[in-house]
């Protein structure tokens, strides 16, 4: 494993064979009656365990998702671990009240009789999980997964395994009973192989063209999936914005971890008539920003080479068909190892690459529009629907245009924060994905509905 940043050889983590496939499912089968059994608040006092020892490790495991994925350690500590952390603490002070039977009001057919929900896990949950934040998007639907009840396999992705080993020793050291967690480590082959190993719930965290792959395998033993997969999200600001606020905001939404971030700001639309003042803003907030991997740097270095060389081909694609560098540099000057500079583009439009595929790269896109229509139409122009931002002093303007964005949700004079919110369904629409996770429906996705009628007599 080399480190993206530094090029620096970092250490092997040794692949889990595939002939043991058989042997993980059957210990994570015969876990789950135990596990099961244990009430919420047995289950919850082994997360609070592992939060314990994730707080006690935190400065050495940010060096570690750092080190393996080209991060800067604050991202590492903000974004991937300070989420985990609030995972835990939310689905063990909210998880009990809903995982419990629900009484449900019954009909006037059915007098005298009482009506019931139970939540009841779902057996082996397999957990497929990123490189981008490859602690978060492991660690929590692992927590979800394990707190209502089930078993979990996670296969991390093998472009960032020292993170994928280091969630392995913490579930280790937090003590969950012997086949609760397994993590089996390894590329797509291994992930193939675990999909066909015939799960009763996959969680999927990845790329649409693997996500499809996933939920035709899935459909050939019915097995129920949910989907978190990529996003193009538009950023729309209007002329009445704290444009200053919202150039910071741009800035942040589409640079930080690189701009690998499935709810990145990809496109970013400017009215018209504040179009050149913004673009200035936006490019004096980008001189402030430091690329590199010491404390001062404020964004790393991209995590792989594949992942680069998808953004290097969007920009060449989009410069030969006329659209303007404003800040960065042709792809042909690119010179620093695993760093793309951060590029924003003018003079595009949507029938580019740019626009219409996922860049996750520090690739920002500018367009102009005229109103609030066609801002909608634009932002909407595309077959992905994760997350969007509207930026505008006017309260009614920003709810209005929020309700017409097809997406999985909408933050207003902000971006990206609605997954720092474990309150809040997250998911996407369209390509983007299938299902939901955090909060209650987080939890409740690994669980069957269970309808209960009670006769009184
Ligand atoms: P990316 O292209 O961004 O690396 P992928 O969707 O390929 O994203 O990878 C996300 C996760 O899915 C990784 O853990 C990877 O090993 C796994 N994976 C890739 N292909 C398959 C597959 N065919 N079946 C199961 N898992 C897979």
Redesign the pocket.
């Known amino acids: 494993m080399i480190a993206p940043a530094t090029g620096k050889q970092i250490g092997e983590i040794a692949e889990t064979p595939i002939g043991k496939v058989d042997s993980f499912y059957q210990r994570g089968k015969g876990a789950f009656q135990q596990w099961s059994n244990l009430t919420f608040s047995d289950r919850a006092s082994y997360l609070l365990r592992l939060k314990e020892i994730i707080v006690e490790q935190m400065e050495e495991i940010a060096k570690i998702i750092a080190e393996d994925s080209g991060k800067v350690v604050t991202e590492a500590l903000v974004a991937d671990i300070m989420p985990t952390l609030d995972a835990i603490d939310h689905i063990v002070k909210h998880g009990k009240k809903h995982l419990r039977r629900q009484k449900v009001r019954t009909p006037l057919l059915l007098i005298g009789k009482k009506s019931f929900i139970e939540y009841m896990p779902r057996g082996v949950v397999l957990i497929?999980?990123?490189?981008?934040y490859p602690m978060q998007l492991a660690m929590v639907p692992m927590i979800s997964a394990l707190a209502a009840g089930n078993t979990v396999i996670l296969?991390?992705?093998?472009?960032t395994p020292l993170v994928g080993k280091c969630i392995e020793e913490l579930f280790e050291k937090a003590g969950l009973p012997e086949g609760v967690v397994q993590v089996a480590h390894?590329?797509?082959?291994?992930?193939?192989?675990?999909?066909n190993g015939k799960p009763d719930y996959i969680f999927?965290?990845?790329?649409?063209?693997?996500?499809k792959?996933?939920q035709q395998?899935a459909a050939q033993d019915l097995i129920p999936t949910t989907l978190e997969?990529?996003g193009k999200d538009p950023m729309i600001v209007f002329a009445d914005a704290h444009l200053e606020r919202a150039a910071k905001g741009a800035a942040w939404a589409a640079f930080t971890n690189s701009g690998q971030v499935c709810m990145s700001a990809e496109r970013l639309y400017v009215e018209k008539t504040i179009f050149p003042q913004f673009l200035a803003l936006l490019k004096k907030e980008i001189k402030n920003l430091k690329q590199g991997n010491d404390q001062n740097a404020d964004v790393g270095s991209m995590t792989?080479p594949?992942?680069l060389q998808i953004v290097k081909e969007q920009l060449e694609d989009a410069l030969s068909k006329g659209a303007r560098l404003e800040t960065g540099l042709p792809p042909e000057r690119w010179a620093n190892g695993m760093y793309i500079p951060l590029t924003v583009v003018t003079n595009v439009n949507h029938q580019m690459k740019i626009i219409q595929e996922e860049s996750?790269g520090p690739l920002l896109p500018v367009l102009p529009f005229d109103n609030e229509e066609e801002a909608i139409g634009l932002a909407n122009d595309t077959v992905y629907g994760l997350n969007a931002s509207v930026w505008t002093n006017d309260k009614e303007k920003a709810r209005r245009v929020a309700s017409k964005l097809v997406s999985g949700a909408v933050v207003i004079n902000d971006a990206i924060i609605s997954i720092a919110n474990h309150g809040l369904p997250f998911g996407g629409t369209k390509h983007s994905g299938i299902g939901r996770y955090h909060g209650d429906a987080g939890l409740r996705i690994f669980c069957h509905e269970k309808a209960i009628v009670e006769d009184n007599g």
């Open positions: 497929i999980s990123p490189w981008n296969k991390p992705s093998e472009v390894g590329g797509k082959e291994v992930g193939a192989a675990f999909t999927f965290t990845g790329s649409v063209r693997t996500g792959i996933i395998v997969l990529g792989f594949a992942q996750f």
